[in-house]
């Protein structure tokens, strides 16, 4: 019996192991859910998580591997139910939309045949009733009837997927799973299928599971979702609020190499490769994480409430904050008057995040950059590095802490400065290890940034150096702290395009690689949406709008933010070739 009744499928500590050659592989590990009737519930993450072995425990298909846990459908257990008493829910029931249409459908048999096969076990209908059947059947899936007469290699795979699906509702189940009813398809069969999926459901009333690597499909069809990581449940929620507002560093990865949200960012998958599937005594996501620390690879952490409909399964409790701006002002103070640069600003920055702060030339965004990193003080407000309070330049001062790269890379580092020395120095400053640890760890950010580091070019003084290697080098001196938290302000600004597109590309791909938080601050919104998940439009000194940077872009609610993107369009279309 499910907790209290109220559930039409409930699924309590699910795991399955497939017999491997060497060693047993956990595909599903310890998965907990619940569904009611009519809901729909999104499950998403990388190949291989356990996805599509969990639709398979549900509908008792697991034939190569053990199954522990409890999978309750109503009032009825499925687990441990005999082969034929499961039989009676297969299709009638619970019904599956497979992913490949072409290997499951049969070859030889024609598509009536194949969609009379539930409704020739569970009911006893005449040939001709089942003829009449799947005629309803598939003008209801948007098939022109004639087609039960054809094979499946004669039908395209859009039309194939439609077929899958009039075998699944043949028998009119409550429960639908559907098992990334999208892949391979063309983007008018792919919102066909989508179009219709939403029309049955809101028709025909069924609870939907739906697994998809698309997270558009997931954000069109499903009221809720979790994110599975090596077999196990590590973020769950609201879709929209999951998708606005992810809180697992996996989670966010996952949004952020998604197209279909970010349609002008460049695509960044996430760093490195998931575990062989044996279960791991720490996080499976250790490796991988942003904010890992050595205790996560110690105990699995439990997916817990961490805000109103949404779990986590962090033992940071979700992606940390790392730096919290609170009120902060600032006036200069001229002759005969004052400029307000900053006015009340309040902004936050999480592990791991890049943050767009956009405006154009004279907005404050300079100022605020400097007051966040320390180097300015402000009149009023506050600034957190890690819950501590920034005063002074402690937070830049230390490894692991918070680093700015200065606008202007010619003025930043004094070209009576060698190469070697220029990078070297914060560490000099804070006595970090011994001279010669010092140089090593300056010849690695040198080679991060792809700088040479042949003695020639770490004894050459930086007045030597181009405006690229100059602003690379900035980078280098920045990087060789291993900041948490960088603050990259106008970086690219005196570049000519292609170094420009270089350096900012490579970047990217630093911070992709290294986890780090990045705070970009640039007056070129084409820029900010190539890089930014989140984006604060900054306007005479204050924050006028913030959010995800797909919903800025795409429809901005301010009219200063709506004026900038249009002005990038139309200097966009004027540009030569247009």
């Given at each position: 019996m499910t907790a209290d009744g109220k559930y039409l499928l409930e699924i309590k500590d699910l795991s399955v192991t497939y017999r491997a050659v060497h060693s047993p592989v956990k595909a599903v590990d310890g998965v907990s859910l619940q569904l009611r009737k009519g809901e729909s519930l999104g499950i998403i993450g990388e190949s291989g998580c356990g996805k599509s072995t969990l639709a398979l425990g549900i509908m008792g298909l697991i034939k190569q591997g053990s199954i522990e846990g409890e999978i309750y459908y109503k009032d009825q257990k499925l687990t441990g139910l005999p082969e034929k008493k499961l039989k009676k829910y297969r299709w009638k029931d619970i019904a599956l939309v497979f992913q490949n249409s072409l290997e499951v459908l049969n070859p030889v048999l024609n598509i009536k045949e194949q969609i009379g096969e539930p409704l020739k076990t569970h009911y006893n209908l005449s040939p001709p009733e089942i003829d009449q059947k799947v005629v309803k059947l598939l003008e209801m899936v948007g098939l022109n009837p004639k087609w039960r007469h054809y094979y499946p290699h004669q039908l395209s795979g859009g039309m194939r997927q439609r077929v899958l699906l009039a075998m699944a509702l043949s028998c009119d189940p409550e429960l639908l799973i559907v098992d990334e009813p999208t892949t391979s398809l063309d983007p008018l069969s792919k919102n066909e299928i989508v179009r219709l999926?939403?029309?049955?459901?809101?028709?025909?009333?069924?609870?939907?599971?739906?697994?998809?690597?698309?997270?558009?499909?997931?954000?069109?069809?499903?009221?809720?979702?979790?994110?599975?990581?090596?077999?196990?449940?590590?973020?769950?929620?609201?879709?929209?609020?999951?998708?606005?507002?992810?809180?697992?560093?996996?989670?966010?990865?996952?949004?952020?190499?998604?197209?279909?949200?970010?349609?002008?960012?460049?695509?960044?998958?996430?760093?490195?490769?998931?575990?062989?599937?044996?279960?791991?005594?720490?996080?499976?996501?250790?490796?991988?994480?942003?904010?890992?620390?050595?205790?996560?690879?110690?105990?699995?952490?439990?997916?817990?409430?961490?805000?109103?409909?949404?779990?986590?399964?962090?033992h940071k409790g979700g992606i940390e904050t790392f730096l919290r701006a609170e009120g902060i002002r600032k006036t200069y103070k001229l002759k005969n008057m004052e400029i307000e640069a900053v006015k009340d600003v309040s902004l936050e920055i999480r592990s791991g995040e890049v943050v767009a702060l956009?405006?154009?030339?004279?907005?404050?965004?300079?100022?605020?950059?400097?007051?966040?990193?320390?180097?300015?003080?402000?009149?009023?407000?506050?600034?957190?590095?890690?819950?501590?309070?920034v005063e002074g330049r402690w937070a830049t001062k230390m490894i692991g802490g918070m680093q700015i790269i200065f606008q202007d890379p010619f003025s930043a580092t004094s070209h009576r400065m060698k190469v070697l020395d220029v990078v070297k120095e914060p560490l000099d400053i804070i006595k970090r290890g011994?001279?010669?640890?010092?140089?090593?760890?300056?010849?690695?950010?040198?080679?991060?940034?792809?700088?040479?580091?042949?003695?020639?070019?770490?004894?050459?003084?930086?007045?030597?150096?181009?405006?690229?290697?100059?602003?690379?080098?900035?980078?280098?001196?920045?990087?060789?702290?291993?900041?948490?938290?960088l603050i990259a302000d106008e970086v690219t600004s005196m570049l000519d395009p292609s170094t420009q597109a270089n350096l900012l590309r490579e970047l990217k791909g630093l911070q992709n690689r290294h986890g780090f938080a990045l705070l970009y601050i640039t007056h070129d919104l084409h820029l900010a949406r190539k890089v930014a998940d989140k984006v604060y439009v900054m306007y005479k000194g204050e924050i006028v709008e913030n959010g995800v940077s797909f919903e800025i872009f795409e429809s901005p609610k301010h009219i200063y933010t709506k004026q900038l993107l249009k002005d990038v369009l139309s200097v966009s279309r004027d540009a030569p070739g247009s």
């Amino acid at each position: 019996m499910t907790a209290d009744g109220k559930y039409l499928l409930e699924i309590k500590d699910l795991s399955v192991t497939y017999r491997a050659v060497h060693s047993p592989v956990k595909a599903v590990d310890g998965v907990s859910l619940q569904l009611r009737k009519g809901e729909s519930l999104g499950i998403i993450g990388e190949s291989g998580c356990g996805k599509s072995t969990l639709a398979l425990g549900i509908m008792g298909l697991i034939k190569q591997g053990s199954i522990e846990g409890e999978i309750y459908y109503k009032d009825q257990k499925l687990t441990g139910l005999p082969e034929k008493k499961l039989k009676k829910y297969r299709w009638k029931d619970i019904a599956l939309v497979f992913q490949n249409s072409l290997e499951v459908l049969n070859p030889v048999l024609n598509i009536k045949e194949q969609i009379g096969e539930p409704l020739k076990t569970h009911y006893n209908l005449s040939p001709p009733e089942i003829d009449q059947k799947v005629v309803k059947l598939l003008e209801m899936v948007g098939l022109n009837p004639k087609w039960r007469h054809y094979y499946p290699h004669q039908l395209s795979g859009g039309m194939r997927q439609r077929v899958l699906l009039a075998m699944a509702l043949s028998c009119d189940p409550e429960l639908l799973i559907v098992d990334e009813p999208t892949t391979s398809l063309d983007p008018l069969s792919k919102n066909e299928i989508v179009r219709l999926l939403q029309k049955l459901q809101k028709k025909l009333g069924f609870a939907l599971v739906l697994i998809s690597h698309d997270l558009g499909v997931i954000k069109k069809l499903t009221s809720r979702v979790m994110a599975m990581y090596c077999g196990q449940v590590i973020e769950a929620g609201i879709t929209s609020e999951v998708l606005k507002n992810p809180m697992h560093c996996y989670t966010r990865g996952l949004l952020n190499s998604s197209p279909n949200l970010f349609k002008y960012k460049d695509l960044w998958g996430i760093d490195g490769e998931p575990s062989s599937g044996n279960s791991v005594k720490g996080c499976a996501f250790y490796p991988r994480c942003c904010q890992g620390e050595e205790s996560c690879s110690q105990t699995r952490p439990l997916l817990k409430y961490v805000a109103l409909e949404r779990m986590v399964a962090c033992h940071k409790g979700g992606i940390e904050t790392f730096l919290r701006a609170e009120g902060i002002r600032k006036t200069y103070k001229l002759k005969n008057m004052e400029i307000e640069a900053v006015k009340d600003v309040s902004l936050e920055i999480r592990s791991g995040e890049v943050v767009a702060l956009v405006g154009e030339s004279g907005s404050g965004k300079s100022t605020l950059a400097h007051i966040l990193a320390g180097v300015l003080p402000a009149e009023a407000g506050r600034v957190f590095y890690r819950n501590k309070k920034v005063e002074g330049r402690w937070a830049t001062k230390m490894i692991g802490g918070m680093q700015i790269i200065f606008q202007d890379p010619f003025s930043a580092t004094s070209h009576r400065m060698k190469v070697l020395d220029v990078v070297k120095e914060p560490l000099d400053i804070i006595k970090r290890g011994s001279k010669q640890e010092r140089e090593e760890e300056a010849v690695k950010a040198l080679q991060t940034v792809q700088l040479p580091v042949s003695p020639e070019f770490l004894d050459r003084y930086c007045h030597g150096l181009s405006g690229g290697q100059r602003q690379r080098l900035a980078i280098a001196r920045a990087l060789v702290t291993k900041p948490k938290l960088l603050i990259a302000d106008e970086v690219t600004s005196m570049l000519d395009p292609s170094t420009q597109a270089n350096l900012l590309r490579e970047l990217k791909g630093l911070q992709n690689r290294h986890g780090f938080a990045l705070l970009y601050i640039t007056h070129d919104l084409h820029l900010a949406r190539k890089v930014a998940d989140k984006v604060y439009v900054m306007y005479k000194g204050e924050i006028v709008e913030n959010g995800v940077s797909f919903e800025i872009f795409e429809s901005p609610k301010h009219i200063y933010t709506k004026q900038l993107l249009k002005d990038v369009l139309s200097v966009s279309r004027d540009a030569p070739g247009s």
